[in-house]
């Protein structure tokens, strides 16, 4: 009677973790979904607010309030890169990382964060191997942990960090076997309950005051762990504080990282540029840059149309079109394209991330993308880079 009642309640247990994963795994689609909407809105928003701002004289006061807007719009822009790291949606440069290097590099950026009235403790154990991640989505992690450990130490206390060593010997979703590094990051402040501690990682809960946390910072840590393949599990009670253990996959040896040399910032060029975008007010900023920039600009509001007017298009030097789209998406339009100017430069747009699109297979591999939002910079360097780049195939080809 006791095994039936200890393999009811491991069956139980199976069956409880199983509906919340599946809980989790929903939510975060729902996430990306409104990420990719609020992405065409901040370009929109971003777009206007420079556009406007270049035109006024540097005297005009009303450029203060511009610099709010765009303030605003960044800001914005964390929070969908935060909902997009808990949807598994965000765009990433994995690379292979040594942690105790960089926990030692940050160690006095982490104690800032925290104040003078708690103390930092790390304890780093030196033989552990590296982990593959994106260094940016790593400081987002510990800078989350040691931000949600300092608000729950209003008082004063201590917070460790340690890495150290474990095995999986049993494959878990996506996490595979064999040897772990694992990062703990404990605080010995007001702990949370059962109820919170079940809800800790869902988008937008917060037991913080209203307008004191927006409920996405351990979300996104939660996302960008299982992203990389990692496990995350807490511990807490009330009154004695609260411990995060995040595992990763141990790697053997780092791998060269190769240095991208970005053109200078607003890069020009006078090359003929096809845009096909179906989301007006992106279309418009999109055009409006590029034009300013000294490109010769043709639009089209979807695939089909961009394929029925091409013989009226004269020579194009580049296709800029969004990846998904109503009718035909961006591959398949730019494949008839190229069919009468195979030269053309591609470059891809989305709203969603790179990961994203690239699940669904839309895009070949080491096709030229860039994320929405992004500013008119960001665009017109991303241009230049790709129409420089074909033509250096093009010179290396003849040669």
Do not use: W
Request: charged letters at 25%; a neutral charge.
């Amino acid at each position: 009677i006791t095994e039936r009642r200890n393999a009811e309640d491991a069956l139980r247990h199976l069956q409880a973790q199983l509906q919340h994963s599946l809980k989790m795994e929903a939510v975060g689609r729902l996430a990306g979904g409104v990420a990719h909407d609020f992405n065409n809105f901040i370009t929109g928003i971003i777009g206007l607010a420079e556009e406007i701002r270049l035109t006024m004289p540097d005297e005009d006061t009303r450029k203060a309030d511009l610099d709010d807007i765009l303030k605003t719009a960044d800001q914005a822009r964390t929070l969908i890169r935060e909902l997009l790291a808990f949807g598994r949606r965000q765009m990433s440069s994995p690379q292979v990382l040594d942690v105790n290097a960089i926990l030692a590099d940050k160690q006095k950026f982490l104690m800032r964060l925290l104040g003078a009235d708690i103390q930092l403790k790390m304890t780093l154990e030196p033989t552990i191997g590296h982990i593959l991640i994106d260094p940016t989505q790593l400081d987002q992690v510990l800078i989350n942990l040691v931000l949600n450990a300092r608000d729950a130490m209003p008082r004063g206390g201590i917070l460790s960090i340690k890495t150290t060593r474990s095995r999986v010997e049993v494959e878990s979703g996506k996490s595979p076997t064999g040897p772990q590094v694992c990062l703990i990051v404990s605080d010995n402040g007001c702990g949370m309950d059962k109820q919170t501690l079940h809800k800790v990682f869902e988008p937008f809960f917060t037991t913080k005051d209203q307008g004191k946390g927006t409920g996405l910072g351990l979300a996104s840590v939660y996302g960008i762990v299982k992203q990389n393949y990692g496990d995350i599990a807490v511990e807490s009670e009330p009154g004695k504080g609260t411990s995060f253990t995040i595992q990763f996959p141990e790697m053997d040896s780092p791998k060269r990282v190769k240095t991208v040399v970005l053109p200078p910032p607003m890069a020009t060029g006078t090359e003929t540029i096809l845009v096909i975008e179906d989301t007006p007010i992106v279309q418009r900023i999109v055009t409006q840059a590029l034009s300013k920039a000294g490109y010769r600009v043709i639009t089209a509001d979807s695939g089909t149309e961009a394929i029925s007017r091409l013989d009226d298009y004269p020579h194009i030097h580049m296709v800029l079109t969004d990846v998904i789209m109503p009718d035909l998406n961006g591959p398949q339009t730019v494949s008839v394209i190229r069919k009468k100017y195979p030269e053309a430069a591609i470059l891809f747009m989305s709203a969603y991330a790179k990961d994203f699109v690239d699940e669904k297979g839309l895009l070949a591999k080491g096709a030229s993308f860039i994320e929405k939002s992004f500013s008119r910079a960001t665009l017109l360097n991303k241009v230049r880079e790709v129409l420089d780049s074909r033509t250096l195939l093009a010179k290396d080809a003849a040669s």
